[in-house]
């Protein structure tokens, strides 16, 4: 990997001492409105602080951890110091645009699932997006420029390329529809000129969420925008019509998505959508070439599948259309074999629950002569037929599979999404008992915290809470030492912050002493992948964990032990940790204090 010249190299020790001098008085009481009251909490030594770190990433080798830091440093320093906040933005661009040219953005492989390899430049533009909107624009117009100039000198179309673009100006339009909604919705109408994605459908939900009328209009504008791509891009927009979890085709990607509470579909939404699909299918009858070309399935059986996966809706919603659509649906069919129309049927997805009870489920797949099918149906009975049912009913249906390794996965898996349920039902005993039958560290030590932080909010005696903790901070001890291990360690850290900060200063040195020992200890990944891997099948989810991060971590001890916060952040032995945790920790003194001079015009 290549490496930016470096014109100015600290040393470590110049660093601990500068920080250390920042951090030598330990008068630490609050103000009256509840922020950190220190004469080493002040503005300009926060900036000193920052400043170091800027510069101390100069010795950096990964380009990634680099631009990690500038990101972050030129978000604090931005109110005061503007000038050298964009310096430090152009050069995390900079590094970004290397990055990508030497590395590309291809996912990595765990197992059967594929992880997405962040883009740098999105992720940078994003952050200017939340200062300066017109740069974030600007980059953005030149980033795609580019792309296309490359796109038609190449001898080959990169479809691949033309989706990720889609994904990633729908990754930033997300990321900023809590803090500038403008520039989002920017972002996602800019993404229209590439092909519909599942990412599309997520943010009408989530903007939906905000704002149903801006959402509902934005639906139009990407309806008219792929209003003659193919089947499998438009029938994208076919979830938010409805207001389903799942979409009405077989698309190229799935997922379920975030379905506000409370979502009502609108029913001129649902009746522009479903006109266009009519329109489609009749240019098709009245000339078989119109038909636009996909990658998966030939669009008249996509346009059959869809009509047949939303008949029923737009019979309840749509009446008056709804002798139209089985119109259409017995042209398509006529058209397609009775076997393609039976292997059509068997893709249709299903946001609803099941028809068939547990049970039911449970003796059709047993009846089934294929071992690893058999297996599928009692896992997929299991963990998305059973809720309503009695645990212990449940985990005797575990006998009946014949992969064994199934069990414990399967078990975890349930126990798991119990536990979640628990916990909303504010039932923290039996979310206790249920965790602990998760025997994944991770997922196990997330509900542990999760338990606590409930139950802290509830109740006055801290004891419950005490003891989850140090239920943690047990099994972590004795655990290999691994990020998960030292996941837990942080949970617990971040949590004893709360109760009794000597105690959390204590597991928060356990864990800086467990991550030196490890090599090149990664916490960018704030989730954890939940698995169940058969023979023939898998079953895939995430669970995103808050506060199992470092910097939450050092940021939240901060608050409170300003000096002993830094004193830990200097004992990491990796670079982008001690930069991350160390801003982590002064970041809320640049609230104490307001800036003195106004901040330079671009």
């Known amino acids: 990997m290549k490496t930016t010249p470096v014109r100015m190299i600290i040393g470590i020790g110049t660093l601990l001492v500068s920080i250390q001098v920042v951090a030598q008085n330990k008068d630490q009481a609050k103000d009256q409105s509840g922020a950190l009251k220190s004469s080493s909490c002040k503005r300009e030594n926060a900036l000193a602080t920052v400043r170091q770190q800027i510069d101390f990433s100069k010795t950096f080798d990964d380009d990634v951890a680099r631009i990690t830091v500038l990101i972050r440093a030129a978000d604090l320093i931005w109110a005061s110091e503007e000038k050298q906040a964009r310096v430090a933005y152009t050069d995390a661009f ?55 100039e490359e796109a038609e000198n190449s001898a080959r179309k990169d479809a691949s390329r033309e989706v990720k673009t889609a994904e990633r100006l729908l990754g930033m339009a997300n990321s900023l529809l809590e803090t500038d909604r403008i520039a989002a919705i920017s972002f996602a109408r800019t993404s229209l000129a590439y092909p519909a994605t599942m990412y599309l459908a997520q943010f009408l939900y989530d903007l939906a969420a905000i704002d149903k009328q801006e959402a509902d209009d934005f639906y139009t504008q990407a309806l008219a925008a792929y209003a003659s791509a193919p089947m499998e891009r438009l029938l994208y927009l076919s979830a938010y019509a409805f207001g389903a979890a799942r979409d009405a085709g077989d698309m190229p990607g799935n997922t379920f998505y975030r379905v506000p509470i409370g979502f009502t579909p609108t029913p001129s939404v649902q009746r522009t959508f479903v006109q266009t699909l009519l329109r489609r299918v009749q240019d098709f009858i009245a000339d078989p070439s119109v038909a636009a070309t996909g990658t998966r399935t030939p669009d008249p059986n996509e346009m059959w599948l869809a009509l047949t996966s939303l008949q029923a809706r737009i019979q309840q919603s749509l009446p008056d259309l709804a002798p139209a659509v089985e119109a259409a649906k017995a042209n398509l069919a006529a058209q397609l074999s009775p076997e393609a129309q039976r292997h059509l049927l068997s893709s249709i997805p299903n946001d609803t629950p099941p028809s068939r009870t547990f049970d039911e489920q449970v003796e059709a797949a047993l009846k089934n002569s294929n071992v690893d099918n058999r297996d599928r149906l009692l896992t997929n009975a299991i963990i998305y037929g059973s809720k309503a049912e009695n645990l212990d009913h449940v985990l005797s249906v575990l006998d009946k599979l014949s ?193 003195t001079k106004p901040a330079a015009k671009p």
């Open 94 to 148: 900079d590094l970004a645009v290397r990055n990508f040219k030497e590395k590309g953005d291809a996912p990595l492989r765990e197992g059967k699932v594929f992880i997405g390899t962040p883009d740098q430049r999105y992720k940078v533009i994003t952050a200017i997006s939340g200062h300066d909107r017109t740069w974030a624009k600007k980059l953005t117009e030149q980033l795609l420029k580019q792309q296309q």
């Open 403 to 595: 992969d064994s390794s199934l069990r414990q996965p399967i078990i975890n898996w349930i126990s798991f999404d119990r536990t979640q349920q628990a916990i909303r039902d504010q039932k923290f005993d039996e979310a206790r008992k249920l965790a602990a039958r998760v025997n994944e560290l991770d997922l196990r030590t997330f509900l542990y915290s999760r338990i606590a932080t409930e139950s802290l909010k509830l109740d006055t005696d801290p004891q419950r809470a005490r003891e989850m903790l140090a239920e943690i901070v047990d099994a972590a001890l004795k655990a290999p030492k691994t990020l998960a291990t030292a996941r837990a360690f942080l949970a617990a850290a971040y949590l004893y912050a709360r109760i009794d900060m000597d105690r959390a200063l204590a597991v928060l040195a356990e864990a800086v002493k467990l991550i030196n020992g490890i090599e090149k200890p990664d916490f960018s990944r704030q989730f954890v992948i939940r698995r169940i891997e058969g023979k023939a099948f898998g079953s895939f989810g995430s669970a995103t964990t808050p506060g199992f991060s470092p910097d939450n971590v050092f940021r939240e001890i901060g608050k409170i032990e300003l000096d002993s916060g830094l004193k830990q952040a200097v004992g990491f032995s990796d670079k982008l940790l001690r930069s991350m945790t160390t801003m982590a920790v002064v970041e809320q003194c640049f609230m104490a204090e307001k800036p």
